[in-house]
């Protein structure tokens, strides 16, 4: 669907953006040892801080780096030798990539919480179900609205995963659980 053009456009998209997940990758994966070593300790406290600390680096370099990549969403495809067409289109679709940005902090931030407290169960929830979605988003969203739903895959994706980072965090009982080891 979308032809080359389509294609073209998602590669100057995904070079881009692929940069900033990998930020953001790095954030939650250099927080879990530190979140790891609280748990370990009964330090639930510190455990909160140092998560809070991931939680507001990852959101603020997400919006930093979404910010930094709208103003320049014209522009990113010459990097590759993008056509002028290419360079419109991944101007115009850039913004639905950006907004998947701060949901994936989120997840990314929550799925290494979750490997630091021993839920890891829910940490691979989180892992497969992005691309499980993704999967699932792509076979639907594009029959009923063409290209646009190929787009909105990913960010839709992002965002229902963060969603269930958060029900996942909360543990069906409206607080957080997952700080203390008794919490289960």
């Not at 792509?138 to 787009?151: E, N, S």
Request: proline letters at 2%; glycine letters at 14%.
């Amino acid at each position: 669907m979308g032809g080359e053009r389509a294609v073209a456009c998602y590669s100057c998209i995904v070079y881009a953006v692929t940069i900033v997940h990998m930020l953001l990758q790095g954030v939650g994966d250099g927080s879990q040892p530190l979140m790891s070593r609280c748990y370990g300790e009964g330090a639930a406290g510190e455990f909160r801080s140092v998560r809070r600390l991931a939680y507001g680096f990852a959101g603020a370099l997400a919006c930093a780096s979404a910010g930094i990549l709208f103003l320049g969403r014209y522009y990113i495809g010459k990097l590759f030798g993008a056509s002028e067409d290419v360079l419109v289109e991944a101007g115009n679709v850039l913004p639905v990539f950006l907004l998947g940005i701060l949901f994936l902090s989120f997840t990314r931030v929550t799925t290494s919480g979750f490997y630091a407290t021993e839920k890891n169960l829910f940490s691979y929830a989180l892992v497969y179900g992005e691309p499980i979605l993704l999967f699932l988003f792509l076979l639907v969203l594009p029959r009923f609205t063409g290209m646009a739903g190929v787009w909105w895959s990913t960010c839709l994706s992002q965002i229902v995963c963060a969603i269930v980072a958060q029900i996942l965090k909360m543990g069906g009982t409206g607080r957080i659980c997952d700080v203390n080891k008794q919490d289960g």
